[in-house]
């Protein structure tokens, strides 16, 4: 069996994640990291034996299968092209790029290379949500007329909470939709096998002005401090977005990073003539269809019930797999690359990266705006 060297940019929350991640496959080897600060000692906690500043010296003398891309949104394009360049293979955080025009170029530089190239939507890999996939596709809900849901944290109540995903110039022009909305909007679409064709869209940004603290801060820390410098703030807060489906299904979701006590709510509700599927990422093993008629069926994570997705599932039934598990399976399909693939290429990621786009379009100049296909 082949062992896969990798190397992992970016050591904050998502990159220790991946690491951990990666290791639990069993035939790839982290032979290296890269960051800004403090990579040596993230290096010795990691138990890794090389630590970088400079991403291009570390591809340059290490002869790398994959590199896995945690840092901030706009250095994904300079990073993955250069890794494509020299013929590595690439798995990027979400969102894909800064703009249109990098997502585009990543995607045919990967396409050209015959790359393996991936963008970590780890949600469709939870057990429940493939089940969701494929009991749809079997067309037991009927015809899908509304879909609907929200993505919801807290991270961001406090003027004092800051990350450099508030600031568009390292983040891109959406935020609360890029960094959470386009995992919802990735899940959809990839759950009911519909494409959203029309976007309306109304942001909100609840602190023009932000406390930036001096220093270097994590995301989702709850660190506090009294020296800070006062930053604008030119990304939205939250989101309120309706769609029109290429079905003539529509569709509505809430994105918030300030909606207190709720630390990471993902809901999904999908409504068809026969029947209703909702999942929740609190309820994260079970899948729930609704009747009119009868009663509701509950269809928990258990191989038996579950069978369509069998490769998915590692324990038995009332052992919950969870984030690091989506993680787990999300990298063992992009490592093993099988017939039948479900993870998020570089081409999703740009789609996504088009509708963060005319999702804002949207709620710049207030009216439905058409998405439109890229042509690569």
Known sequence: MKIYKTAVIGIGFVGTAHIEALRRLGNVEIVAICDTFGVEEKAKKLFVKKAYTDYKKMIDELDLDFVHICTPNYTHFPIAKYALEHDINVVLEKPLTLNIDEALDLTKLAKSRNLINAVN??????????????????????????????????????????????????????????????????????????????????FKTVFEKRKKPRGNVESFSNKKTNNYSLINIDTEDMALVMFRFENGAIGNVTISQMSAGIKNRIDVLISGTNASLEWKLDDLSNVKIGYRDKADAIYPKDLSLMKTVKSLIDYPAGHMEGFPDAFKQNFKQIYSQPENKSYATFEDGLRQMILNQKIYDSAKEHKWIKVMKEKL
């Open 121 to 202: 939507y780890h949600n469709r890999m939870y057990p429940a949500t493939s089940f969701s996939k494929r009991f749809i596709e079997s067309n037991k809900l009927g015809n899908i007329f509304l879909v609907n849901g929200v993505y919801i944290q807290d991270w961001l109540l406090y003027d004092t909470d800051y990350s450099w995903r508030l600031n568009s110039n390292e983040s891109g022009i959406t935020r609360a939709v890029a960094d959470i909305g386009s995992h919802w909007i990735d899940l959809i679409e990839y759950i009911t096998g519909l494409k959203i064709v029309e976007v309306f869209a109304e």
